[in-house]
């Protein structure tokens, strides 16, 4: 059985005292949800206070990017060594950060095997546009851009990856995905591209999250969904109420 995993991305919200402000109500209300894994990803500047803010609690750190070289002349960038004892997960390849900052595959897939190779668990984003979706180009763009995030990645690393389907045009729109299509996508398309790449083995234990535009009133019906196994949360992860509310349904759903 896989463990459901819900994270919040902060994105470019809240200062380091509202962060930890943040952390320090939202940790005591996760505690009763013990069967699912909670994590936080704040921005950079709050994310070594959020980690001693959560210290002995259940709630884990994630990191927003990060770049694939140890050390260098990469002005305003993170190593991944520079997470280490902070985040636990780091989210790679999400499609801010594909568009606003030009990461291709290539340097996604860089950054997969140096977050490994620091041990840490990259949350793998992938996702197509709206103009993909309209010209039937989904499941080519999404399992291409699963083939291209973990080329090189070895069978045995693959329990510490996590993959999160977020179809572009619902980030942060209000549109929603039919939760039938993204249980498709993620079981047909990404679990089925795993198993191709892996064998249906270790395709099964790999966790697949579905993001976008994510909310308490369509939680259900998304983890309801046999192939999804949580969710990568960004507006509603930003209040403490919303973000508890995910979690409590998030375990609900899987023991139904």
């Not at 949800?33 to 994590?39: A, D, F, H, L, T």
């Not at 039919?178 to 795993?194: F, N, S, Y």
Request: charged residues 20%; contains cysteine.
């Amino acid at each position: 059985m896989r463990t459901p995993i819900v994270a919040g991305n902060w994105k470019m919200h809240k200062t380091v005292r509202e962060s930890i402000n943040f952390v320090h109500e939202l940790a005591p209300m996760l505690e009763p949800y013990s069967s699912v894994e909670r994590v936080v990803c704040p921005t950079f500047l709050a994310l070594a206070a959020v980690a001693e803010a959560l210290h002995g609690s259940a709630v884990k750190v994630g990191a927003q990017n990060m770049h694939w070289e140890e050390k260098g002349a990469f002005t305003s960038q993170i190593a991944p060594g520079m997470l280490q004892g902070i985040a636990e997960y780091v989210i790679l390849g999400h499609s801010e950060v594909r568009q606003y900052l030009h990461d291709s595959d290539a340097d996604i897939n860089k950054k997969v095997h140096a977050a490994l190779d620091y041990h840490l668990k990259p949350i793998l984003a992938v996702g197509e546009s709206l103009t993909q979706r309209q010209q039937g180009m989904t499941d080519s763009h999404v399992s291409g851009q699963v083939r291209a995030g973990l080329d090189g990645v070895s069978a045995d690393k693959m329990e510490s990856v996590v993959i999160a389907y977020e179809p572009i045009w619902a980030i942060g729109t209000g549109m929603n995905c039919d939760p039938d299509e993204a249980e498709r996508v993620c079981g047909q398309v990404i679990r089925g591209t795993l198993a191709d790449l892996y064998g249906a083995s270790v395709a099964d234990r790999v966790r697949i999250q579905y993001g976008g535009s994510v909310k308490p009133s369509n939680m259900t019906d998304y983890m309801s969904k046999p192939n999804i196994d949580g969710g990568l949360v960004g507006g509603a992860s930003l209040v403490v109420s919303d973000f508890v509310k995910l979690v409590e349904l998030a375990e609900l759903a899987k023991k139904a």
